[in-house]
């Protein structure tokens, strides 16, 4: 009982936000070793293919779901949007540097936040619309654009960050309507089914090694996701959300030491002042009782 009590504090929040940063980090390290010689598409497809084996004790409570024709579109479109933001994410990881895919995926939550609005009928205080104004703002920062060349790789993360918050609006709504595990076992396999197409035009044949890091991403991004549930179910966002910074500390760290990635004050600048707002948001949204804007990680692969 004492150890129940131990796991619901804001402690244990806070660790389980730190493995969580940990295992997206490995994740971001792992799709960047791979270089460029596996086409994007492909090294997702692979990686959701392979992931399929850690949801199968999910294989159950799939099997026993009662989905209604309205629930089938809302998955099947949230599939759709996944997949785009998956293949732009793997592409954009080839590209520009971990620190700076790491600092733009903090813009997500702004995303979900205006996407609310839209889809969800939520409204905008004057704090809020300077908060998402400010994380534009350190957008900008990043980008720079006019002040050096951006890119596609720069703009494949911007769609990344817009299309994964519409996939989170999709399952916002779903959730209220199936469970956790339906939510994340179909947004898998339709990936993994919209992917396949996208990989096939483009295959090449991956080495054994490949396919291990791949195998390794998989289990990271699961393990990622699982941590983050602990995470939240020990203490508010408004004590995890900022842990969620270190990944960007963690990025820069990793991008110089390990790919020879030059450190850029601009990214971390900028960075740092997307994920203040997302935090202030986060906070405004604890005070007023209502949860919209996701945890950073809520939005990855």
């Not at 779901?65 to 579109?73: D, G, N, S, V």
């Not at 785009?84 to 997500?108: D, S």
């Not at 006019?146 to 994964?164: I, K, N, Q, S, V």
């Not at 960007?248 to 900028?270: R, T």
Request: charged letters at 10%; one cysteine or more.
């Amino acid at each position: 009982m004492g150890m129940a009590n131990n796991q619901q504090s804001p402690a244990w929040g806070v660790f389980w936000m730190v493995v969580t940063g940990l295992c997206f980090v490995a994740v971001t390290a792992l799709v960047k070793s791979l270089g460029q010689r596996i086409p994007a598409a492909e090294s997702a497809f692979l990686r959701y293919v392979l992931g399929l084996v850690f949801l199968l004790p999910m294989a159950k409570s799939l099997a026993q779901a009662r989905l209604t024709p309205r629930m089938w579109r809302l998955f099947s479109l949230r599939a759709v949007f996944h997949t785009c933001g998956v293949a732009l994410w793997f592409f954009a990881m080839t590209r520009i540097p971990i620190a700076e895919v790491t600092a733009m995926n903090y813009i997500n939550p702004v995303y979900v936040t205006v996407l609310a609005v839209i889809f969800l009928g939520e409204r905008l205080a004057l704090r809020r619309v300077m908060a998402i104004v400010a994380a534009l703002i350190g957008a900008l920062m990043i980008l720079r654009p006019g002040f050096r060349e951006l890119d596609p790789g720069h703009f494949a993360m911007l769609g990344t960050a817009l299309l994964f918050a519409v996939s989170y609006i999709l399952a916002k709504i779903l959730s209220g309507e199936v469970s956790a595990a339906v939510v994340v076992a179909l947004l898998s396999v339709g990936v993994t089914i919209g992917l396949a197409p996208l990989a096939i035009a483009v295959w090449v044949w991956p080495t054994w090694w490949e396919l291990l890091v791949l195998l390794g991403v998989a289990f990271f991004a699961t393990a990622g996701h699982y941590t983050m549930t602990l995470a939240f179910a020990a203490a508010p966002m408004t004590v995890t959300q900022p842990v969620t910074f270190l990944q960007l500390i963690w990025a820069v760290s990793l991008g110089a030491i390990v790919f020879g990635e030059p450190v850029d004050p601009w990214v971390i600048a900028g960075g740092s002042v997307i994920m203040a707002a997302v935090i202030f948001i986060t906070w405004r949204e604890a005070v007023l009782k209502r949860r919209i804007t996701p945890l950073v990680p809520e939005t990855k692969i």
